[in-house]
């Protein structure tokens, strides 16, 4: 919960995205902050004041010359635990790099001390104007952080280039990150890898799992809300990419050990979430396989089995998952655990329902090179996503 209790100032530029940071303004509000809109004038001939008063339930500030808050200014620069500004306009943009503080949401901007986020939006040529660059450069440089823009359609028509607001939805995983405190995953790098892999009979069919990636997913999504840098190597899913995580997309096994090998150089944190296939046909054909009347044999190969294989160029904390069907699973796990050097192992039966592949939750135990296994009850996979960083967290040094 990051924003529960916590204090936003929204600063709203004029840009056609205004009517996004309505939805931000309320969503950050159901989340539990209180959040203070600031509009420049020309945002208010984009979004009216009262919306965001109604969306926000706090009076909202428009001008420096507003009776009986004539320092509100000052203390909204001071008091909020993060300011985000979206949309920030090219002009609020060069306004603020250059120090002006000729309305309220800028003068507000140079009296801050505090973390700024910026989500830039405009047309794409302005946003690629090398004043426009110079301003963001001049910004960062100051400690501003920013998210987007993305490339999409803008209000005038299609583009392939960066301009677009980036979703309010983005735009508040990166405020949450900005909100983390104390976490041992910020500034670390973390890889994870998710779903399945695919390994071709031919090129029309291949040998696959069910596995969903949503585990991998959450785990993801869960380490970069507390700061991490994230890599995700994936396999192919259906599901939304977790938003600020720099995604690689995989299809085989081998594909994922050359992905995983190449990122673990950067690696603080490795966790091994994917399904990958154990095996795969000895020989693929070239040309998708007519269909023959009786039966067909494969012969297949075991893939490379990616952790024993892997080279640790430094240190780093390595959780495996062992996906038992019945049986004594603590006792193999433990040994995965020993014969792979891991420090976790994350197991879960095949067989319970509700755990597992291709359902939303999981029940798990975790199992440490020391102290008792932790055995989670049937929790949602972001929930278990937040067990096991609570474990991981406990063994970064
Ligand atoms: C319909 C319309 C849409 C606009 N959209 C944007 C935009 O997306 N980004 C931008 O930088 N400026 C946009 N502008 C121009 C800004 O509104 C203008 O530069 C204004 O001075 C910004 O003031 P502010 O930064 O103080 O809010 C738009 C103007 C109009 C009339």
């Not at 979004?47 to 509100?72: I, K, M, N, Q, Y």
């Not at 989500?119 to 690629?128: E, K, Q, R």
């Not at 995983?260 to 150089?265: F, H, R």
């Not at 192992?345 to 592949?357: C, H, K, M, S, Y």
């Amino acid at each position: 919960m990051p924003f529960a209790g916590r204090h936003v100032v929204l600063g709203v530029s004029g840009g056609i995205a205004c009517y996004k940071s309505c939805t931000l303004a309320r969503r950050l509000t159901e989340d539990g902050a209180v959040v203070d809109v600031v509009l420049t004038a020309s945002a208010a001939e984009f979004v009216r004041p009262v919306t965001f008063e109604a969306l926000t339930g706090r009076p909202v500030l428009t001008s420096l010359w507003e009776r009986d808050r004539a320092l509100a200014h000052i203390g909204l620069a001071k008091q909020p635990d993060l300011a985000i500004v979206a949309p920030a306009t090219a002009h609020l943009l060069a306004r603020a790099a250059l120090g002006m503080a000729d309305d309220v949401l800028t003068a507000l901007l140079l009296a801050r001390y505090g973390p700024v986020l910026a989500a830039p939006a405009m047309n794409d040529t302005m946003y690629a104007h090398p004043a426009t660059l110079a301003n963001l450069k001049t910004l960062a440089a100051r400690g501003w952080h920013f998210i987007g823009p993305d490339t999409g359609a803008l209000a005038e028509g299609p583009s392939d280039r960066p301009g677009r607001m980036s979703e309010p939805e983005a735009i508040q995983a990166a405020a949450a990150r900005l909100l983390v405190t104390g976490s041992r995953l910020t500034g670390k790098t973390v890889v994870v890898t998710a779903g399945p892999t695919r390994e071709h009979l031919d090129p029309v069919r291949v040998i696959t799992n069910p596995s969903s990636g949503r585990m991998g997913y959450a785990l993801a999504a869960a380490a970069y809300a507390r700061g991490a840098d994230v890599l995700l190597v994936t396999g192919p899913t259906d599901l939304p990419l977790p938003l600020g995580v720099t995604t690689h997309r995989i299809e085989t096994t081998a594909e994922m050990q050359r992905a995983v090998g190449a990122l673990v150089k950067q690696a603080d944190v490795l966790i091994m979430a994917a399904a990958p296939a154990d095996y795969r046909p000895a020989t693929a054909s070239p040309t998708k396989r007519p269909r023959a009347s009786g039966t067909l044999t494969l012969e297949l190969e075991a893939t490379p089995d990616i952790l024993a294989t892997l080279q640790r160029p430094r240190p780093c904390v390595v959780v495996g998952f062992a996906l038992e069907a019945g049986g004594d699973g603590v006792a193999k796990a433990r040994k995965k655990l020993q014969d792979k050097a891991l420090d976790f192992v994350i197991l879960n039966d095949a067989l319970e329902p509700g755990a597992g592949f291709e359902v939303a939750t999981n029940r798990v135990t975790i199992i440490g090179k020391g102290g008792e296994p932790i055995e989670l009850p049937l929790l949602a996979k972001r929930d278990v996503a937040e067990k096991i960083l609570d474990a991981v967290e406990q063994a970064l040094t």
